[in-house]
């Protein structure tokens, strides 16, 4: 896997290749990427949640139309879907962890909970190892972003259309 920069002029008109495995793309999905603003990254000084929901508020923004191969198209939606999903359902078992307080031994409750940790602890690994394999914004500027997780193929036609752009400018 590569990175790759892909400037503001560039977003709506990328390379015909699959952003993640360089095949000819079939598709093309609009993804905002966003990345909470570097300012954010000294709140946990100030405690965690100050910084869980100032990182949600302040985040800079890239839309881009990505091309996408058949075998990719939902590539976007697994990585939504494990962090929606895996929320919801680990909120959804300890909410049932709690109403079931009043209601069953200590033992039970202590299984139930036990349960819903090793449920929480599998979402957080799912979520971080796809979020380290999958696509996903390094850094955002004010006309351009870098892009982890791409197809080699991909950011080498990439480039080599912003250097023909550039000669192209200069004379
Ligand atoms: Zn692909």
Not at 98 to 103: C, L, V
Not at 138 to 160: K, L
């Amino acid at each position: 896997m590569s990175a790759v920069v892909i400037h503001q002029w560039q977003v709506d008109n990328l390379p015909g290749l699959c952003m993640r495995c360089g095949m000819p793309a079939t598709t093309r999905r609009g993804k905002t990427f966003s990345k909470a603003q570097g300012w954010v990254s000294i709140l946990p000084i100030f405690g965690g949640l100050p910084w869980v929901i100032c990182s949600a508020l302040f985040r800079d923004r890239f839309h881009v139309r990505v091309p996408l191969c058949d075998g990719h198209r939902n590539h976007f939606n697994w990585q939504a879907g494990i962090l929606w999903g895996g929320m919801a359902l680990v909120a959804m078992l300890l909410a049932g962890c709690f109403a079931a307080i009043a209601h069953v031994d200590d033992q039970t409750l202590s299984r139930c909970f036990g349960f819903a940790g090793i449920v929480a602890a599998i979402w957080v690994i799912l979520f971080v190892g796809n979020r380290f394999y999958g696509m996903t914004v390094a850094i955002i500027n004010d006309d351009s972003a870098i892009i982890v997780g791409v197809s080699h193929r991909f950011a080498e036609e990439c480039e080599r259309e912003g250097q023909h752009v550039h000669e192209v400018a200069r004379y």
